[in-house]
């Protein structure tokens, strides 16, 4: 069956650019922004993808590993991408892109990306179908794709854990 035939939200319609400036309540004693402050934008970020696309109430089930490849200074803004790249019955994987950008400059620079999965839930807490995305673009296919790996991966290690 072809992509185009399922009925389903484009992963446009979920993407969010978040822009803040880097303050010096939001850094450690470097000047670099912590590390916990950018993880907490992240996950509201990614928060905001998956709600548009699910139009229910999300609540974060896990974060892939989160590298910090460059800092952030004070001074400079942190700009956050976030767009929901896979879904399953209830669940969201969303892709989440972080950017260093200079003001004088405009010029950016990659410092972390990290994948988050999201559950949609109802109101009194259940979880909710969510529509499936329909990648439209290459890259967009790409991390489609990706992102049916990654759930994969995460189903495999879930069932390999210990029952609580």
Do not use: W
């Not at 446009?12 to 950018?38: C, K």
């Not at 896990?62 to 590298?67: F, N």
């Not at 969303?94 to 994948?115: C, I, M, N, P, Q």
């Amino acid at each position: 069956m072809d992509m185009s035939d399922i009925p389903g939200k484009p992963v446009a319609d979920s993407i969010v650019e978040r822009v803040e400036m880097v303050l010096p309540n939001d850094a450690n004693p470097l000047g670099n922004m912590l590390g916990g402050r950018v993880m907490h934008l992240i996950d509201i970020t990614a928060a905001i993808a998956a709600q548009r696309h699910s139009r229910a109430i999300v609540v974060t089930a896990s974060i892939d590993e989160v590298d910090f490849h460059h800092p952030i200074r004070v001074g400079q803004l942190i700009v956050l991408l976030a767009s929901v790249n896979c879904t399953g019955r209830t669940s969201m994987e969303v892709g989440v892109k972080v950017f260093s950008e200079d003001t004088l400059t405009g010029e950016r620079r990659h410092t972390s990306s990290a994948y988050l999965t999201f559950v949609a839930l109802d109101a009194e807490g259940h979880p909710v179908p969510v529509l499936p995305v329909i990648p439209e673009t290459e890259e967009e296919k790409r991390r489609f794709r990706a992102a049916e790996r990654r759930r994969a991966l995460r189903l495999e290690r879930m069932k390999r854990l210990p029952s609580p």
